[in-house]
């Protein structure tokens, strides 16, 4: 276990570390944004100018979107926060079992006494860790971006509920990658799917919020149960989101430890 | 305690029957051969006994140990025969990487190994990707045997090695059996089993043929054997002893010949023979001793 452990993060640190990097400067970068531009006070001044029943309607639709917290809420949702995110826990997946099959060093690694169940597990328990590392950055990115710019800070569980609902998202794509990835033997054709299915839940969860007639999906996204604005503006119930990521986390790994503890290696 | 237990072992693909009821033992301190051609079962075998692949029916026990325990791989050396290794790490971070798998085990053998082959330092500190095929699967070699197993299962070991470091590798099995340890070796060259095998069982499309010793395997294998005359060929080399079969075309004249070649040979000796071709036997030799030149031919 110790061996696949010390693999694991020899091959990964790279790509975590600027995974880690990148996501941390952007969400920084986006507490620059919002500090330098006001952007939110510029749209308040054309508010401003409607009439009031006109002002009321928009400002309930825009739902505290156009404060500070707001914007930065909105770094989190961001397609380059999610797809870094999201690229990480899809290629840890897809090489995990699909692609050390490809590679055929699977029959190296399991004829060591390693059992399965440790194998899988090292893997998992490393992409539990590697993920929330990077969650962990891109908050880190988010409080120093505070601080630096003297935007108004969170608070420390906004922040912890922030990270571990991202966490908890791209836990959720790690996990169907992952079960891809246990009937799969080939690890693009495991993260095609796993990206496929992110982009699916992302794409559906933008429509359906703009497009009324779709709004009926949204519920069946991942990123329906990630909502980073009403946790930045504290009044998010976090209990139903992430108990259906934790859900599908549960199901998406369960499922592919019983496939790949049943099938034929290499 | 036999080192290695194969019992009624049976598997399928699909449709495909990859083994059907093979069952043999290698006893401590036995090089013990495993022939047959591409396909015949010999890697699902190995496979099924590593636990990568599971048997439908039957069962492997290693070091009296089963399969299914990670435990009893602990002191099993395995090279697979489709050896794929890391191709980003260095020769040293592989046989590091091997090592910590067995923490109570250490690589003792890794030195003398690394002389055997003629694995260098420099070779060593070179990513994998960088290495010769050769050079590969004898690190492949290493990181089986470091770590000096009471079992090495090793398919089609000598794949990409030069003659002399197969003389050398066959000299160390040799030395490894006198230890007590058990070797099972894989392979569809018959030469090279009979030169390092004791006993062996002879695969072919699942099944196992035979077991035996070396020694009978040689008398049961039919060898061919092309004689060229001075003079026109006699026709009476069909009755000479251990010829089943003689072809004869002028002066030329192949001959079918099983068991003891010495009285053959002497008999040879009274006619003016100008060229004797006696080439390396092939599997398909070993299926003629057990089969019969028809049913041969589809080994």
Redesign the interface.
Known sequence: M??VL??LI??YAPLLAAAALLLGLFQFLICAAVASVDVGGAIELLISTLPPFVQAAVTSQLMGGLTASGLIAFGWSHPIAQALGIAVAVVLAANAVAGEVE??????V??????RL?YFGTHVLFAGAALAVLSAAGVAGTVVGQRVFSLPPFAPVALLKLGANFLALVGACFGITLLFSAFSRERGRAATFGFLVALTSYLVQVIGSLWIKAAFLVPYTLHHYFSPREILAGYANLARPMAVLMGVIVVGVGLGWWRFR?R??? | MNGLEVSDLTKRYGRVQALRNVSFSVAAGEVFGYLGPNGAGKTTTL?IA?????ADQGSVRLLGRAVGE?????S?G?L?G?????L?MTGA?LLN??A???PGRPPVLRAQLLETFGLSETDLARRVKTLSRGTQQKLGLV?AMQHDPDLLLLDEPTIGLDPLVQHAFRGLLRELAGRGKTVLFSSHVLSEVEAVCGRVAILKAGEVLAVETIQTLRERVVRHMQVRFAAAAPATLAGLPGVTRAQVSGREATLWVQGDLNPLLRELAGWPVEQLIFPEPQLEDIFLGYYGPQESRHA
């Open positions: 110790r061996s010390q693999r020899d091959r590679a055929g060093t699977i029959e190296l399991l004829s060591q006494p390693l059992s440790h049943r034929d290696l290499p | 496979r590593v636990g990568l692949v599971r990670a435990r009893a791989r602990e099993v395995y697979p489709d050896l794929r290794l890391y980003d971070s990487y091997g910590r798998f067995r990181l």
